[in-house]
């Protein structure tokens, strides 16, 4: 048996902040530093002063992208100022984007978490039934358990919302929730919505 116990790289120091560039490059979601500090073979110590040197050095230049520690992991982002951009390319003529209607559902689903598809369906007046499935489908709604009065499943937003909208954790949402409706007054709305939307109509584009 190899006496070799590590198969991490041990890459020189110098190398540090280039090796760590290179990783966060191909990374899809955002590392923390543990995992850093493994995949380039330096202590944890070392990745965070060298992942806060970078993040600092791409301010100092006015790059075009940032490096920030978001969800409990770092990634790249692009910079504030060129996001219009971005979204220009990738979204113009495209339907990759979410509907109107998904957004309004994903917002609801944000603010009144966790919730069930009926409730949902009350506030927006709608059946979300396809739009759910939809916010399911990209991951960014989770199941959250079920409602012990009601046995509904019940839904909330994911991680990886977290991670898109740039924010790491739900306290930094702007403060919307009071003009959503409260649940209280809802009783009666949901008592209306299922008798009147019916499962294979009524909706929306998802």
Not at 100 to 107: G, K
Not at 176 to 204: C, F, K, N, Q
């Amino acid at each position: 048996m190899s006496d070799t116990t590590d198969d991490r790289l041990d890459l020189p120091l110098v190398a540090l902040r280039p090796a760590l560039e290179a990783v966060l490059m191909v990374a899809d979601q955002p590392l923390d530093h543990a995992v850093l500090a493994s995949a380039v073979g330096h202590p944890v110590a070392d990745v965070d002063a060298g992942l806060a040197a970078l993040a600092a050095e791409y301010d100092e230049q006015g790059r075009g992208f940032e490096l920030r520690n978001v969800a409990g992991g770092w990634r790249f982002y692009t910079r504030e100022e060129y996001a219009g951009v971005v979204e220009s390319f990738v979204l113009e003529g495209q339907q990759a984007r979410l509907t109107q209607a998904a957004l309004e559902t994903l917002a609801v689903v944000a603010y009144k978490q966790p919730i069930s598809r009926a409730r949902v369906s009350a506030i927006r007046g709608v059946n979300v039934d396809g739009v759910m499935r939809t916010l399911l489908t990209r991951g960014l709604v989770e199941e959250a358990g079920q409602d012990h009065e009601t046995g509904a499943n019940l839904y909330r937003t994911s991680r990886y919302f977290l991670e898109r909208i740039g924010v790491t954790s739900l306290d930094e949402l702007p403060e919307l929730a009071p003009y959503l409706p409260d649940m209280d007054d809802l009783e009666d709305e949901l008592v209306e919505a299922a008798g009147s939307v019916e499962p294979d109509g009524g909706t929306e584009p998802t």
